[in-house]
Each structure stands twice: as C-alpha cells, then as structure tokens.
C-alpha cells in the first residue's frame, strides 16, 4: 500500500503540484496574462469545439457498436473488436499519417476534397477526424463488457410484449448502462482535449488557428517556459474536473451500477 502511494506520489501528484508552482511562479498577474492571449484563447476555443464534436460522434459509435457486439451473433464480429481496439495498440503519430495519407493534398481524396473547395487536413475536418481516431474505443469498451454481463433477457422480455427496438434501446437497454456509458463519455473527453501526436500531425501548427491546446503549450515552450506551464495548468485542471465528476458519479451511483451487473 505505501509503495503504491509513494510511486503514485512521484508519478501524478509530485508533477501535478510542478505544474502549478511553475505556472504561479512569476504572480498571478503574469499567470492570468499568460492564459488571456489571443493565440491562447483560440486554442481553448478549439479544443472545447473538437470535442464537443468528437465526443458525441464517439458515443454514438460506442453505443452503436457495444449494442451489436453484445446482443446480436454476426460475421465479422471479431474484426469489429480487433478495429474498435486498435487506436490503442498504433501510435497516435500513425493515425495522423494515416489521415494525411487518405485526405491529404497528394493523398488518395486529396483531388477529389480540392475539386470540391474542401479541406480537410490542417483545417478543423482533420482535427476532428484525428481525435475521432484515437478516442474511438474509449465507449464503446466501457460498454461491452457491461452489456454483455447483463445479457439480453429484458430486452427478448420486452420485444415480447410488443415493445419497437427504439422502445427498447431507451426504455430497457439505456437505463441499464447510462452510468457506464458517462463513465466512457468522460474518458473520451479528457482523452479529445489531451490528445498531441495526431492531432499534431494533422493541424499544421497554424497559431490562432489549428493550435489546440496541447499545441499551444508545445510552441510556448519553445519561447516562454513559465507561460507554456500556465497553459499547461489549464489541461491540467480540466483533467482534474473529468476525474473529479467521474468519481462523483461513482459515489452517488456506484451502488446502482453494480446492481444493474
């Protein structure tokens, strides 16, 4: 137990407190300055718009895909699991290769997108689709295991009586999973607005433009140290505001949750 907590304590405490003292280090007034620049407050708009966009489409898919894995027998079925878990096992750098190979200028719709006036990589598109990408498995794993621990009795009792698959799907199956399917939507978010390798790939590094906040922190810490950190403290808090609700919601609901296994 003490191990656990002096190397937790190293690890994630020590360099969460590092952070704070560095970005406090010259004043609050230089701290608050640091985060009011218009670059800066052009990445914290964009990061919360990307995802406020990828996290959606990521539940839709999550509960789209945990649904099919969990009650429903089809070809295919393994290689949908092998795809919903591979942004875990490739390099977030990879899947931003991968999107300039496909949507890229000289990339295989890259002609296609340009006859069309539209462009995907260094705009918003590509932002999206990178941190699409990489938090694609974060709820629809979440989920899997917790439909299929439940199985499907109450929905084969329910489509029975009469009840549509819409019907169903809100009434019976949502209910049942609603904590858990928070539970991921929360760990998609604080992955979207961490996320560097990918969306570093494809943003082109455009200050005020394409820089999120994960960038923005990267070039200010080539010119300003102290600045980069008060930045940084801004990733930080928001990673502390999802864990904190996270585990809220374990508290007041924990005891449901099980009970709905």
């Given at each position: 137990m003490l191990a656990a907590l002096t190397v937790l304590g190293w690890l994630m405490v020590l360099p969460l407190l590092a952070i704070f003292a560095e970005a406090l280090r010259h004043g609050l007034a230089f701290y608050l300055q640091a985060i009011r620049e218009p670059d800066t407050l052009a990445a914290v708009r964009l990061t919360l718009t990307v995802a406020a966009i990828a996290v959606p489409l990521n539940m839709v898919f999550g509960?789209?895909?945990?649904?099919?894995?969990?009650?429903?027998?089809?070809?295919?079925?393994?290689?949908?699991?092998a795809l919903i878990d591979l942004p875990f096992s490739i390099s977030p750098v990879v899947c931003g290769m991968?999107?300039?190979l496909v949507y890229g200028k000289d990339g295989w719709l890259g002609s296609w997108l340009e006859a069309q006036?539209?462009?995907?990589?260094?705009?918003?598109?590509?932002?999206?689709?990178?941190?699409?990408?990489?938090?694609?498995?974060?709820?629809?794993?979440?989920?899997?295991?917790?439909?299929?621990?439940?199985?499907?009795?109450q929905e084969e009792a329910a489509l029975t009586l009469g009840a549509s698959g819409w019907q169903i799907f809100?009434?019976?199956t949502l209910p049942r999973v609603r904590w858990a399917l928070l539970y991921g939507v929360l760990l998609c978010n604080a992955r979207a607005m961490g996320e560097f390798g990918a969306v570093y790939?494809?943003?082109?590094?455009?200050?005020?433009?394409?820089?999120?906040?994960?960038?923005?922190?990267?070039?200010?810490?080539?010119?300003?140290?102290?600045?980069?950190?008060?930045?940084?403290?801004?990733?930080?808090?928001l990673t502390v505001l999802t864990l904190g609700i996270k585990r809220l919601v374990e508290w007041r609901h924990g005891g449901e949750l099980r009970a709905n296994t």
């Open positions: 509960v789209a895909a945990a649904w099919s894995m969990a009650h429903f027998e089809f070809r295919g079925k393994t290689w949908l699991g991968v999107l300039i006036g539209l462009q995907v990589i260094f705009a918003m598109p590509g932002l999206v689709l990178a941190t699409v990408l990489v938090t694609l498995p974060y709820v629809a794993r979440e989920l899997i295991p917790l439909m299929q621990a439940q199985g499907s009795d809100f009434r019976v790939v494809v943003s082109g590094h455009l200050r005020g433009l394409t820089n999120t906040l994960p960038l923005q922190v990267d070039q200010l810490s080539q010119e300003n140290f102290s600045a980069a950190f008060a930045v940084a403290s801004l990733l930080a808090l």
